[in-house]
């Protein structure tokens, strides 16, 4: 059972909203089978007034491998070459169609295409470099 705690989460219009959201170590104590762990997950950045959340490289990596574990091996390459062209919003309802023609049942093809988006999403802030290296390491996972 994760313990929730909760926080106010201000938007970019100014407004405030109380949400409850799973504490940071039981999440991480969840994904300890993966390696490459690093505690600080997310950093905030402020732009102009308001707190955006920007998800580090690691946490946004750890999404997508434990996303893509035990797919097909031809889904996960489909989704990668989808995340290589298309922006994220394109690229989650492609990669949601991909894994419906893959046969995948529509809650799994929800993880599917949300690991397509945070793909495009490492493409698009951390550039070609970063996707390369993630992509690597789950052609390496694949075998």
Same mark, same amino acid.
């Given at each position: 059972?994760?313990? %929730? $705690? #909760? ?16 504490? %940071?170590?039981?999440? =991480?104590? #969840? ?11 997310? =950093? ?10 920007? $998800? ?29 062209? %298309? ?8 990669? =949601? ?10 809650? $799994?093809? $929800? ?21 390369? #290296? ?10």
């Amino acid at each position: 059972m994760w313990k %929730k $705690r #909760q926080t106010n989460l201000n938007t970019r219009d100014g407004h405030t909203h109380k949400v409850t959201i799973p504490s %940071k170590d039981l999440w =991480t104590s #969840q994904c300890e089978s993966f390696e490459g762990i690093i505690p600080s997950f997310s =950093t905030i950045e402020h732009e102009k007034g308001g707190a955006v959340v920007k $998800r580090s490289f690691e946490e946004i990596s750890l999404r997508v491998r434990s996303l893509f574990h035990g797919k097909d091996r031809d889904l996960v390459r489909e989704c990668v070459s989808i995340a290589a062209e %298309k922006a994220p919003s394109s690229a989650f309802d492609l990669g =949601t169609r991909a894994a419906m023609l893959a046969g995948v049942d529509e809650f $799994r093809a $929800r993880g599917v295409a949300k690991a397509t988006r945070w793909l495009a999403v490492i493409r698009r802030d951390y550039g070609i470099e970063k996707f390369n #290296q993630l992509t690597g390491t789950l052609a390496k996972e694949e075998t």
